[in-house]
């Protein structure tokens, strides 16, 4: 099963390299993943896990 990685966009800091770590190790490790960016509720609560940066 595909895992929906979301990072909460809130307006601080730099989430963008947060984004290119997941994808990194998700890379690296061949998982069955995904990471987004996102403000939007609804795909927040659609999310297998949910990152708040900070």
């Known amino acids: 099963m595909k895992k929906n990685i979301t ?11 947060a984004q ?7 890379e690296i490790n061949n998982l069955d993943a995904n990471v987004k960016i ?5 795909e927040i609560k659609t999310s ?3 990152v708040l940066p900070g």
Do not use: C, M, T, W
């Not at 996102?38 to 609804?42: G, K």
């Open 7 to 17: 990072i909460i966009d809130y307006g601080s800091g730099n989430i963008l390299s």
């Open 20 to 26: 290119q770590s997941f994808a990194r190790i998700i």
């Open 38 to 42: 996102s403000r939007n509720p609804e």
């Open 48 to 50: 297998s896990h949910v």
